[in-house]
């Protein structure tokens, strides 16, 4: 029998917590070297303080299997910079960056902070159905999702790509090689 998900915007402060914990177990330092290559990492520790305001001027998306939230996608509003200074090089970097001929800071974007699914819930489909969820969440506030990815990380590069995102710009600082890409909801979906 197949696994049932369920896909919603944050509810409760309670997802909030049940976030970080799942964060915690894929952040790099917590991953072998094997796991990093072959399922991929996340990179940002985020706190619950800074996940609540970031929820509270937009919610973030989740996966459910029953009681246990197995998946989250985090919605990271321009205004939410200053809750990660960590990726204040990103958000400067934004500034500077064109989208099919447009400055991206005239378009309506916000950025997908972080993606993260529980490894014994990967392979069902909950990777686009986390970017579905969004597209249709913030579809008329927004016309595209930015974001950026280790280009170490092959499986979220691909991922993001099976979506229907696009390469935007490639970029070195001093902890990687990042890609820069964009999903633009008026481009057909995949």
């Not at 993001?160 to 990687?176: I, K, M, N, Q, S």
Request: one cysteine or more.
């Amino acid at each position: 029998m197949e696994p049932t998900y369920t896909v919603t915007a944050v509810r409760h402060r309670s997802e909030l917590e049940q976030i970080l914990a799942l964060q915690q177990r894929n952040l790099k330092p917590a991953l072998s070297a094997d796991e990093i290559r072959s399922q991929g990492f996340v990179t940002v520790q985020h706190d619950l303080t800074a996940l609540e305001q970031m929820h509270a001027m937009a919610p973030s998306i989740v996966a459910h299997h029953g009681e246990d939230l197995v998946a989250y996608a985090l919605t990271m509003p321009r205004e939410a910079r200053a809750l990660a200074p960590v990726l204040e090089p990103m958000f400067a970097l934004f500034d500077t960056l064109q989208f099919r001929g447009t400055p991206l800071s005239q378009l309506r974007f916000y950025v997908m902070g972080q993606i993260c699914i529980d490894k014994a819930h990967r392979g069902q489909g909950l990777f686009e159905r986390l970017y579905h969820q969004h597209r249709d969440h913030f579809r008329n506030p927004f016309d595209l999702i930015v974001t950026e990815i280790s280009v170490r990380n092959l499986r979220s590069l691909r991922a993001h790509e099976r979506v229907g995102f696009e390469p935007l710009h490639t970029y070195r600082d001093a902890t990687d090689e990042w890609a820069v890409v964009a999903w633009d909801w008026a481009s057909p979906s995949r």
